[in-house]
């Protein structure tokens, strides 16, 4: 870790940094800076037009200043001449409040205030597929059960272990990586850490993943859903919450049956209570809806959740508790914002502390099979606008995560629906055609 870029630089040999920002859509924007330029860079920031990213801006703003967080700073591993580094944006010398990584640092703060601090860690699964993206890249993995095969996933152990090897040597601490339950996807763990830390690590994660696929000649691809009848791209995250003081993890009682405290219910609760808004941010495209609400896969399960439901070791769920002190959120999918995934997991949860939100009955049965066992838990979202509606009906959800960045979120994500609705599709004309 360090706090000046340019000494960074002469020690690593650095010639360039990459001044990063996500925007609102989880792309990722960034500008080439030589490292003589840095210190101006590192006071004043890069410059960037924010209306010609996906943020609620006009071509009338001011520059938008991507300020770097040296702390956050990561030379390439596989380019060690080129470091990357995220940024906090700012207009005119205050904080643009509707952008993703402001948006978490704000959360982080007022979870601050409770005294924790937030630790993550997130299961980010991808495809592997051929350059032009239309088929895995694999023509050999065809099993109906492809989960965890030894054989395909050494197929692709140069990509693989080439970002393991990558993760090994930034610190990050991975320990596992396989094949999983779809054809030509993989899924790679590494460490747990404070929500920021997580997010950045996140957002690199996928910029190289991506890199070294293309530098092997494929193209890998976090999308929810890039093949049809196969599982889609989750991206489940682990939840623990820290006392500040101390270092003890708040969500343990080893009293409770499931090894979970009464604030790890009440951070539970707040969010079981914020599900259907929340999916707008966890499951943040039209494409993300053919992930949850998918039927039976090749393989005999989506591992995917459509209703809002809790349980203990049990995949079949929206969130599971696999042991004491922490439970996984699995809604989330690959599209998901690194940062703002992190900051509405906040947001729900401080408002569960807060309010002493119950998370309600919890339910062990299998919901693939048994959903009509359940018959009082809401369900998802069907598609993208409903879960839109459902978030900007959330006021104090919107409230947590600030009026500007929610409304800013609704505007562009509905105008993204409306650019959706309009297209016209193939399916439409097969089905349509001869009424």
């Given at each position: 870790m360090t706090n000046d870029l340019s000494k960074f630089a002469k020690q690593k040999g650095i010639k360039y940094f990459m001044i990063s920002f996500t925007d609102l859509f989880g792309a990722q924007r960034a500008k080439l800076v030589p490292a003589q330029a840095i210190g101006d860079m590192e006071k004043d920031g890069a410059g960037f037009a924010g209306f010609a990213t996906w943020l609620d801006m006009t071509p009338a703003h001011p520059d938008m200043l991507a300020?770097?967080?040296?702390?956050?700073?990561?030379?390439?591993?596989?380019?060690?001449?080129?470091?990357?580094?995220?940024?906090?944006?700012?207009?005119?010398?205050?904080?643009v409040a509707q952008a993703p990584r402001n948006v978490l640092n704000r959360l982080i703060a007022e979870a601050a205030k409770y005294g924790v601090t937030i630790?993550?860690?997130?299961?980010?699964?991808?495809?592997?597929?051929?350059?032009?993206?239309?088929?895995?890249?694999?023509?050999?993995?065809?099993?109906?059960?492809?989960?965890?095969?030894q054989q395909a996933v050494m197929r692709r152990f140069d990509v693989i272990a080439e970002i393991s090897d990558y993760m090994l040597e930034l610190g990050w601490g991975p320990y596992q990586s396989d094949h999983e339950d779809a054809n030509g996807q993989f899924e790679m763990n590494w460490e747990f850490d404070n929500a920021l830390n997580t997010a950045?690590?996140?957002s690199f994660f996928k910029f190289m993943t991506k890199?070294?696929?293309?530098?092997?000649?494929?193209?890998?691809?976090?999308?929810?859903?890039?093949?049809?009848?196969?599982?889609?791209?989750?991206?489940?995250?682990?939840?623990?919450?820290?006392?500040?003081?101390?270092?003890?993890?708040?969500?343990?009682?080893?009293?409770?049956?499931?090894?979970?405290?009464?604030?790890?219910?009440?951070?539970?609760?707040?969010?079981?209570?914020?599900?259907?808004?929340?999916?707008?941010?966890?499951?943040?495209?039209?494409?993300?809806?053919?992930?949850?609400?998918?039927?039976?896969?090749?393989?005999?399960?989506?591992?995917?959740?459509?209703?809002?439901?809790?349980?203990?070791?049990?995949?079949?769920?929206?969130?599971?508790?696999?042991?004491?002190?922490?439970?996984?959120?699995?809604?989330?999918?690959?599209?998901?914002?690194?940062?703002?995934?992190?900051?509405?997991?906040?947001?729900?949860?401080?408002?569960?502390?807060?309010s002493c939100a119950n998370p309600g009955k919890r339910s062990d049965n299998d919901m693939y099979a048994e959903a009509d066992k359940v018959t009082d838990a809401p369900?998802?979202?069907?598609?993208?606008?409903?879960?839109?509606?459902?978030?900007?009906e959330d006021k104090s959800l919107k409230s947590s995560l600030g009026d500007e960045f929610?409304?800013?979120?609704?505007?562009?994500?509905?105008?993204?629906?409306?650019?959706?609705?309009?297209?016209?599709?193939?399916?439409e004309r097969q089905n349509t055609l001869d009424v």
């Open positions: 300020v770097p967080d040296p702390t956050s700073v990561i030379q390439l591993p596989w380019k060690r001449d080129v470091a990357w580094v995220a940024s906090n944006c700012k207009m005119e010398d205050e904080l630790k993550t860690g997130v299961e980010a699964e991808f495809f592997i597929l051929t350059p032009e993206g239309l088929q895995i890249s694999d023509e050999f993995d065809t099993a109906q059960k492809p989960c965890y095969d950045d690590k996140h890199s070294v696929a293309e530098k092997h000649g494929f193209r890998a691809t976090f999308m929810p859903k890039p093949l049809e009848g196969v599982t889609g791209n989750g991206c489940h995250a682990h939840i623990s919450a820290w006392n500040e003081t101390d270092g003890i993890n708040i969500f343990v009682d080893n009293d409770k049956e499931l090894g979970l405290s009464d604030r790890g219910l009440n951070f539970l609760g707040g969010i079981m209570k914020h599900a259907n808004a929340l999916t707008a941010i966890t499951n943040p495209t039209v494409n993300s809806y053919k992930r949850i609400n998918a039927p039976k896969t090749t393989s005999g399960a989506t591992w995917a959740p459509n209703t809002a439901t809790w349980t203990s070791n049990n995949r079949t769920h929206m969130v599971r508790v696999p042991g004491p002190g922490r439970f996984e959120l699995r809604l989330p999918d690959g599209a998901a914002n690194p940062y703002l995934l992190q900051a509405v997991i906040i947001a729900a949860g401080l408002n569960g502390l807060s369900k998802l979202p069907l598609n993208l606008l409903d879960a839109v509606r459902a978030f900007d929610s409304n800013a979120y609704i505007k562009l994500k509905t105008q993204e629906w409306n650019a959706y609705a309009s297209h016209f599709s193939t399916w």
